[in-house]
């Protein structure tokens, strides 16, 4: 009898407090009422307006917007469902009649700007504590809860037991019910699922899952729909992880992945479809690259938490990345990037801290940056050593006989191995110059620096000019550039008359010039066995006499373009363009010297054929 009553005692309490909590809830939604159209009407001071009004069985929407036309208030009724009111009021104030609604058709407002928006009361959802405790030495769980999240339920019984349960996104929010004493893990988890109306899986010794007993008739298998098996997914000590999933969620994949990783994550989305992945050990951004390309889904990292969802152009998604240049400047390296890595992405260039600044989708930033690390390269720095050279070859043909002595002759000398080291003597470079005839090229190979020394002594022999010998530097893809010359001015005058009857004349000059060029462009190309591709284009142009005294000099041109590839530190020879010059020199007694056979006694005849050949040596260094 005794236990009774205190049963009944407790049973009353509980009512009591329950009552007592929805009183406090009340009192507070009124409160919060109250304060929200006190601050509407000192916005707005037509709220303090009395009106009269009697009305039978109008719906309250109607009423309200009856109100709003009449005082030129800025009111907005969303209540859903159709309500009557029937009431009769005498000079009662418009903040009045309102609350006088929302408090009897529980109704409550929201205030943007001078914009009154009234709907229906949503009570606060108090989540019901979920009952649980686990016997460790038994394995024995014990539970008890009513209309609990799916979601809840299984976090806590993970942290009980050690047991997993996976359950599908959409079952996050389903409310479940169940009750249970000193039962085996097992039984529970079978259980929870039997009187829920869910069908309950087991994947392994310490993973279960739920789903809904609808789809788990469907004809694709479970693991592959919702889950899938721990084998199919690891993560080392370091944080690598290893997937070889055939078929699965991306929803239940990223949460897995996060959770195991204890990572903060938000969905905005769901990231509902079906994909298969087979990655070993990478990092979760190229897990998550990887997992995502080819769908509508993306991700950032803000603050240290992954947030999740559907990429479109309404609303993206994506972040600001500022990525400096290693290697190379940033100067045209946005032009060189494909026009689909640049879809959705905005690439702007910051000369001053040589950097790159970025934003857009994260999933298409990361694919841009490793383009981008790829490219971001040194450049290699090329230096060329060129030497223009005129050669003449003169043969002169005169009556009478000479006789003299020749210099000791010079010997040619080198190695070939190991490496190549050519010395070559003048002997040498001026037959070898001579022997090239028509345009084409010879690859030399290392030449030594008695090259230089015969080329010199040629020059001094005036066997050949030496037109330039610049050395010049430029970036692997950039052309350099020798340009040298001459002015020469020539006077150009103008009579002009002026009148008819007494014409007067007179007479203007100007000077004009003409140039003579020498122009040379190497263009440089360096492939990754250390061989260079140059393009090489050289004109020259010459100043001949004039025929005049002020009259415009004439000018020859000669030039040449070829594509050549030679080594490293290699000689190559290039040209080989002639220009004759013929001349005859007669002398001898008047007369005399004009009959045959006499003239050779009495005059001499000379013959002189020049020929110059413009040759170009290219010597390029890898530094």
Not at 56 to 61: E, I, K
Not at 72 to 98: A, H, M, S, V, Y
Not at 216 to 244: C, R, W
Request: net charge positive.
């Amino acid at each position: 009898m005794k236990r009774r009553f205190i049963i009944l005692i407790v049973f009353f309490f509980l009512m009591n407090i329950e009552g007592l909590q929805a009183q406090v809830s009340d009192s507070l939604r009124l409160s919060i009422l109250k304060e929200n159209l006190n601050r509407a009407m000192k916005q707005d001071s037509l709220y303090a307006e009395k009106m009269d009004f009697s009305i039978s069985n109008m719906p309250v929407s109607q009423l309200i917007k009856s109100i709003a036309k009449a005082s030129g208030l800025n009111i907005n009724p969303r209540i859903g469902e159709e309500k009557l009111i029937t009431c009769n009021f005498k000079q009662i104030r418009i903040i009045d009649i309102l609350y006088f609604i929302c408090k009897e058709y529980a109704l409550e407002t929201e205030l943007v700007g001078n914009i009154l928006s009234i709907v229906p009361y949503l009570p606060p959802i108090i989540e019901p504590e979920i009952g649980m405790s686990y016997d460790s030495e038994k394995k024995e769980i014990s539970f008890d809860f009513s209309r609990a999240k799916l979601i809840n339920v299984a976090k806590t019984f993970s942290e009980k037991t050690g047991i997993n349960i996976i359950i599908p996104n959409q079952l996050f929010e389903h409310r479940v019910s169940s009750f249970g004493k000193a039962m085996t893990v097992e039984n529970a988890v079978q259980c929870i699922a039997a009187v829920n109306s869910l069908i309950a899986q087991k994947k392994n010794e310490t993973t279960w899952a739920l789903f809904q007993a609808e789809e788990g008739k469907s004809n694709m298998p479970l693991q592959n729909k919702f889950s899938f098996n721990t084998d199919e997914l690891k993560i080392d000590s370091l944080g690598l992880i290893s997937a070889h999933i055939t078929n699965s969620n991306i929803n239940v994949i990223v949460t897995d992945i996060c959770r195991r990783l204890k990572k903060n994550y938000f969905f905005t989305d769901n990231l509902d479809r079906i994909t298969g992945i087979y990655v070993e050990k990478v990092d979760i951004n190229t897990f998550l690259k990887v997992l995502f390309t080819g769908t509508e889904f993306t991700w950032r990292i803000e603050n240290g938490i992954y947030l999740f969802a559907k990429a479109n152009d309404n609303n993206p998604f994506g972040s600001v990345k500022v990525l400096p240049m290693r290697y190379r400047t940033v100067d045209k390296v946005s032009d060189v990037i494909p026009a689909d890595l640049k879809k959705g992405v905005e690439i702007l260039t910051f000369p001053d801290l040589n950097s790159l600044v970025i934003s857009g989708d994260q999933r298409r930033m990361m694919q841009l940056v490793s383009f981008i690390t790829d490219i971001d390269k040194s450049v290699p720095l090329i230096s060329i050593d060129v030497i223009i050279v005129d050669a003449s070859d003169t043969n002169t043909r005169e009556a009478g006989i000479s006789f003299g002595k020749g210099k000791e002759a010079a010997t040619s000398i080198g190695t070939f191995s190991p490496g190549i080291d050519l010395t070559l003597n003048a002997n040498t470079i001026n037959r070898l110059i001579n022997s090239f005839n028509g345009f084409g090229s010879i690859n030399l190979g290392k030449v030594g620096p008695n090259f230089y020394a015969g080329l010199k002594l040629l020059e001094e022999n005036n066997i050949v000019t030496l037109r330039s010998t610049p050395k010049l530097s430029t970036l692997n893809g950039y052309k350099a550039t020798l340009k040298s010359g001459e002015t020469k001015y020539y006077k150009e005058s103008q009579t002009n008359i002026i009148g008819t009857q007494n014409p007067l004349q007179s007479e203007s000059y100007q000077w004009k010039n003409v140039e003579a060029n020498l122009t040379l462009d190497i263009l440089p190309y360096v492939s990754l066995d250390s061989c260079i591709t140059l393009k090489v284009d050289l004109s020259q142009s010459e100043f001949t006499e004039r025929e005049l005294k002020d009259s415009p000099p004439g000018t020859t041109n000669r030039s040449f373009n070829s594509i050549i590839k030679v080594r490293n530190q290699d000689m190559v020879l290039l040209g080989g363009i002639e220009r004759n010059l013929t001349s005859k020199i007669s002398s001898g007694l008047p007369f005399i010297a004009r009959i045959p056979i006499l003239k050779w006694i009495f005059g001499t005849s000379s013959r002189t054929k020049k020929v110059q050949k413009l040759n170009v040596f290219i010597k390029p260094t890898i530094i």
